[in-house]
Every structure is written in structure tokens, then in C-alpha cells.
């Protein structure tokens, strides 16, 4: 069974400060996703990283996948209102893995304060 | 592209009654995903459907079942509700079953009383 452990679980900072989260796993897997769930919706996709090592930047934010593909880590710069919400990581299992689902990690509650 | 739509958006029920929830995936998609995420257990796995084959399944009662037909469009049913069921559920659709990015509905909000 493959389980990804999302840090830290809940997460409350001021407006213009710059914060990072982390996806952590003992399992390696083909590629990494990012999403964002506000309150009372779906979540939304951001990135998927796919390459050991890879690093991807979407405006003030930035992923980064572990060398191993275990592991991976999402960094804001200068954190607005606007990026309060739930954070999920998923990682996609390796071909011929056997259970092969999405494994969604435990999420970041994240609050940015005005 | 039209989304991923879930039917209603909201449901109220009472205990004992039982309730079909609707999901119809991105055009194309043939594997839906079916989640329940309630604040204290996060999003937990309960079934996937791929061509109308049920190809994985979570830890869940067998009171929660679910669907598929040949345009992809899935249900899911819960019998006998029960308080706890009280839940987001969320459905998502992609291309391949367990592979790919997955697109979510906005998810039916469903209280027990």
C-alpha cells in the first residue's frame, strides 16, 4: 500500500510571508500531483511533476520533485489571501504496480491571514 | 470542455434512507473516481470505474456501491444511511484508470439526519 504524509497538517501565516509544504513517501512513484480544494468545491489540478529532480513554477509558486520520486515539496513566495485553501498532493503509481489508483496524501490545510 | 458534473449539490436524508449520487466525467474520460472527505478523514478512496468495470476498491462498507454505464457517466448509492456518511463526495474523471490527472467535480454535499 502506497501512503503519502503531507506537512504540516494545518498551517497559518501572514499575508507576504513565504512558506513550504512537503509530500512524503517511502514508495516511489511515476509522477506527482499537486491540487487545491477551497472550501465546498472540488480540487483543482495545479501542476503534475514527472522527472526525479524536476521543478516547477507556476507564478508564486514552486514544485519540486524528490531525486527518488518519493517525495516532493510545494514552496509559496510572499503568500497572499488568495492562496488560502486545502493543498493535496497524489502520487500515480508505477507501471505494472498492480493497485493501480491515485494515492492522495493527507492534505495542508493552508490559511494565509490579511 | 464541459467539466466534470456532479448531481445535486446538496442533499439532505435521514437515517435509514438511501441515496444515488450522479456524476458525469469530461467528454473522453473513461475512468471516474469516487471520494468521500469529511474534515476528520481527509479524501478516502471508495471505488473506480473504467469502462463500466468496477477496477478498484476502498475500504468501505458494502452499503456503498456504484455504477457505471457505456457513456461513463456514473452513480453511486449509499443504503441504510447512517450520521457518519455525512460527507463531500467527490467524483473525478480522467483518461486512464489510476493514471493521468484527475479533474473533480465540485462534489454533492450530503447531511444525515
Known amino acids: 500500500t502506497q501512503l503519502l504524509e503531507q506537512s504540516p497538517q494545518f498551517l497559518s501565516i501572514q499575508e507576504g510571508e513565504n512558506l513550504t509544504v512537503y509530500c512524503n513517501s517511502s514508495?516511489?512513484?511515476?509522477?506527482l500531483q499537486w491540487y487545491r480544494q477551497e472550501p465546498g468545491e472540488g480540487p483543482v489540478l495545479l501542476v503534475t511533476?514527472?522527472?526525479?529532480?524536476e521543478v516547477k513554477k507556476l507564478k508564486r509558486l514552486t514544485f519540486q520533485f524528490g531525486d527518488a520520486r518519493k517525495d516532493s515539496s510545494l514552496h509559496i513566495t510572499a503568500a497572499q489571501p488568495g492562496d488560502t485553501g486545502l493543498y493535496l498532493c497524489a502520487g500515480e503509481p508505477p507501471r505494472n504496480f498492480g493497485n493501480e489508483k491515485l494515492t492522495f496524501g493527507t492534505g495542508t490545510r493552508l490559511t494565509i491571514i490579511p | 470542455k464541459a467539466g466534470v458534473t456532479q448531481t445535486p449539490r446538496y442533499l439532505i436524508k435521514t437515517r435509514g434512507q438511501q441515496v444515488t449520487l450522479s456524476c458525469s466525467p469530461i467528454s473522453g474520460h473513461r475512468s471516474v473516481s469516487w471520494y468521500q472527505q469529511t474534515p476528520g478523514q481527509g479524501l478516502q478512496f471508495l471505488f473506480e470505474y473504467f469502462s463500466e468495470t468496477q477496477r478498484n476498491k476502498g475500504n468501505f462498507p458494502g452499503r456503498f456501491s456504484g455504477r457505471q454505464f457505456s457513456n461513463s457517466r456514473s452513480e453511486m448509492n449509499v443504503s441504510t444511511l447512517e450520521l457518519g456518511d455525512s460527507a463531500l463526495y467527490l467524483c473525478?474523471?480522467?483518461?486512464?484508470?489510476?493514471?493521468?490527472?484527475?479533474?473533480f467535480g465540485q462534489g454533492t454535499r450530503l447531511t444525515v439526519v
Open positions: 514508495s516511489v512513484f511515476s509522477s
Open positions: 473525478a474523471s480522467s483518461q486512464g484508470t489510476g493514471r493521468g490527472e484527475a479533474f
Open positions: 511533476v514527472v522527472t526525479g529532480g
